[in-house]
């Protein structure tokens, strides 16, 4: 059976994500909404979003360090319950009629702060509740209910939220934030870095080193490891790019397609459909093609889907090439993901997971400020409607040029060998 293996705790953690997903979800879909609302300007739109991904950008590392240092699951809960309080404060302004751009601004940044060290807080959780050889299917279940609650089912959910209340996703959002709090308390345990002790000169235990020292050896670290940092540099480039087209999105949909709030939000569910398939087949997806040429499916449904956006009109087209890059994510996540829980050593695993992502993730926020900036540029020279098709068009071709990096550089030989731990010396 699907659940056998993963254990109690597995299924606990899975309850408290998937909760908290479905109320992230439907504020997602509405954060972008109610930035239309008080303005039309693509960059000044796109700035919401850069303002809840910049923190990956300033505050992975040090995210990483706690991660490392404190109990992971009372990160998650505080986190849990921050997120709770800002998206609790966001729907009581909308409610006042007092929300301007600058404290929308303020309070993503804030959430962002939150998602930040949760997000990677739970990724390296993960390994203390399962053991090493189920990783892959855990993960796999986590991503797919993510996939499904985050981009499926919750994005319906926040568009009829706003048709109620533009402040009622916002509500719906601190509620389930405050349910995964007390679904995270049934973990019981104590879930810290495994550290092996060493002793000072005088036999004594060494002191704790400063929190720099520490973000540095995960920095050393990751770049060191040549596959890791490869796919590292592939992830930035694709989360920077497709970052850039998602920052109007929401714009693309209301004036390119046509789309009131539902419309938007069914197309923004349509990349949870495609990581529903992708939780369930990408298992047995990169067993049957391997790791490799897993990643290189990804990156070939990317060029398609968003080469289709950038010339399309059609709204059920557009959906179902968004639909598959959910399938595409999902198996480059389950591919990733689990070679950095296998092959990372446990007590380094919340700072190396947190270098990776500020890469990996550290780019969107620059992805967003240039995808607004582009539409600014191209709409001046040409027409509105160019300047919103213009970053789906970048997209497709800056992926496609990492097609050729990503096949010269981590094909199957270099993916095995790292789960292998048989990286050759001179790729260190």
């Known amino acids: 059976m699907a659940r056998r293996g993963l254990g109690a705790a597995f299924w606990k953690l899975w309850s408290a994500g998937a909760v908290s997903n479905l109320g992230q979800g439907a504020s997602a879909v509405a954060f972008p909404w109610l930035a239309t609302t008080l303005t039309t300007n693509a960059f000044l739109v796109a700035l919401t979003g850069v303002a809840i991904r910049l923190p990956w950008l300033l505050f992975s590392l040090p995210a990483g360090a706690l991660a490392d240092r404190l109990d992971r699951r009372h990160l998650m809960l505080s986190m849990s319950a921050a997120r709770a309080l800002i998206v609790g404060t966001v729907a009581l302004l909308v409610a006042l009629d007092t929300m301007s751009l600058p404290l929308l601004c303020g309070c993503a940044l804030a959430l962002g702060f939150a998602e930040v060290l949760f997000d990677n807080t739970s990724q390296v959780l993960l390994p203390s509740v399962v053991s090493r050889d189920r990783l892959a299917a855990a993960n796999g279940r986590l991503m797919a209910t993510q996939m499904v609650s985050d981009e499926f089912l919750a994005p319906p959910l926040g568009g009829a939220l706003i048709g109620l209340s533009l402040a009622a996703p916002f509500a719906f959002d601190a509620t389930t934030a405050a349910v995964s709090v007390l679904l995270l308390l049934l973990l019981r345990g104590r879930f810290r870095a495994r550290v092996e002790p060493t002793a000072g000169a005088n036999g004594q235990a060494a002191p704790r080193r400063s929190m720099r020292a520490e973000i540095a050896e995960g920095v050393r670290w990751l770049w060191g490891h040549a596959v890791l940092r490869r796919l590292a540099i592939s992830l930035a480039v694709i989360n920077g790019a497709t970052a850039g087209a998602m920052a109007v999105h929401v714009l693309y949909a209301q004036e390119v397609l046509g789309l009131g709030p539902l419309g938007f939000a069914l197309l923004s569910s349509a990349a949870g459909v495609g990581g529903l398939l992708g939780g369930v087949l990408a298992g047995g ?127 199957e030989r270099a993916l095995r060998e790292a789960l292998a731990g048989t990286e050759p010396a001179g790729d260190r």
């Open 285 to 411: 997806v990169t067993r049957r093609i391997g790791p490799g040429r897993s990643l290189l499916v990804l990156l070939a449904i990317e060029v398609t889907a968003y080469g289709t956006a950038a010339f399309a009109s059609n709204a059920y087209l557009v959906g179902a090439a968004m639909g598959a890059t959910g399938f595409g994510a999902v198996l480059w996540n389950v591919t990733t993901v689990s070679l950095r829980q296998t092959i990372i050593p446990d007590r380094l695993l919340g700072r190396v997971n947190s270098v990776y992502r500020l890469l990996g993730w550290g780019s969107m926020p620059l992805g967003m400020a240039a995808g607004g900036g582009l539409v600014t540029l191209v709409e001046a020279e040409w027409s509105r409607e160019a300047g919103l098709r213009a970053p789906y068009l970048a997209v497709t071709l800056i992926v496609a040029a990492l097609a050729v990096y990503v096949r010269r550089h981590l094909h």
